[in-house]
């Protein structure tokens, strides 16, 4: 039977798994006006990673219950048209935070409850889980610690069932001996949740309603609880302060490493990569120490890059070669590309194949075509540069005349002699030479040289003027 509410029963059945993910605490110990939820891990909130991991489920759907920073959590997630939302205000525990989602939820099928502040967790851990929920248990996902100080314990009785989850605060001393903790994350039949969950009682050391006692009220009812041990204690930590997150950062960092070396990518080494975002390497590809990859990244086969590159969604053609300390942003390089040292390539730049750009070039929203090369201390805006051009050290497109920017065109084979500066809207023919220090204000006829530089003069008998030496009085 479905609740006139529902969202999901309206235009569809229910789906395999609704899943209620709680993110409405404040996180008063990050010190930050950035909502938890919000913190990046791995460049990517954390909620966004719960969101994957429940993606990663089987036809699955997911209710976010906000609360803290509602707002600007909604926000960074508008794009996310299939996410539903809900508010809970004021926080009043775990439980409480489930009944906000309540009118959300069908009937039928089962609800998975994950909490937007353990973002490890993996979908191949909560799948026992589902299957015992669709069996018509409660299923709790546990783990033993060494230290359980603060977490929920598991209680269970002489057969080895879990009969009740006390928290910390609540627990009796012999209570707080268990190691066994309670992760948070419980799947259940939706029609009994939604029932436990309305009978739940604030008479507790928090006076919070607390989703940890759907357990004993599910014993009551002689219903099975399954405690379903994680095998991996990493997967279920969850984010308080700062440095629990830097040191989630440094697991998931571990799981980039390791994915790209089974992939058979070189890291030079494997502690000293950061991947915030998505990685797709070919064949022999080598990366060195310090480099910092973010959004799309595509290395094809044979692709070195040197130490401390910073490369954002990008892709790099086959053998290319980015050299130390480059910084690639928004750019499509084909195949045989030198880049760098010290090269800077932004939003808009092609390179064809076996394009060079060398130190400290800066390159934007331009093409260049196949074979061109500007090596040393150039501003290439705005342009299109054909196949075979040289464009010497110093070179400068001047695109931007304070209100608009324009384009300059630079054809096959010209040659752009060094110090020049290409005020634009300008031109250089096929094959064009420009002299150095050249300053083209006007288009350059194709295959002639043009120089704008003045004439050279030398002044016969000239003499540089000398100190007088200064009289003795
Ligand atoms: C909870 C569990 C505890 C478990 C621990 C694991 C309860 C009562 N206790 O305790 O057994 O060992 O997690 O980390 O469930 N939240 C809301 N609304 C609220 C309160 C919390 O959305 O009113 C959200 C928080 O944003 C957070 C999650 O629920 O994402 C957990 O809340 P938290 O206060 O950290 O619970 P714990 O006390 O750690
Ligand atoms: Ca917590």
Redesign the pocket.
Known sequence: MNSAASPFSESSPAPAAQVVI??????TRMRSRLP??LQPLAGRPLLGHVLDTAHALHDARCVV?V??GAQQVREAFAQETQLRFCE?S????????VQQACPQLDDSGVVLVL????PLVRAQTLQPLLDAAHAGALAVLTVRLAQPA???RIVRDAQGHVSR?V??KDATPAELGIDE????IIAAPAAALKRWVGQLRNDNA?G?Y????VVALARAEGLAVHGVPADDADE?L?V?DRLQLAHLERVVQRRHAERLLRDGVTLLDPQRIDVRGELRCGHDVRIDVGCVFEGRVELADGVQVGPHCVLRDCSIGADSRIEAFSHIDGARCEAGARIGPYARLRPGTQLARDVHVGNFTEVKNSSLGEASKANHLSYVGDASVGARVNIGAGTITCNYDGAAKHRTVIEDDAFIGSDTQLVAPVRVGRGATLGAGTTLTRDAPAGELTVSRARQVSVAGWQRPRKQPSNPT
Do not use: F, R
């Open positions: 709680l993110a409405a605490g404040k996180g938890k939820v219950v609360g803290h809970q004021p926080q009043l525990g775990t439980g409480h935070a909490y937007g502040d353990v603060g977490y929920g989850i928290e910390h903790v309670n992760s948070g928090q919070e607390y989703l940890t006692d279920l969850g308080n």
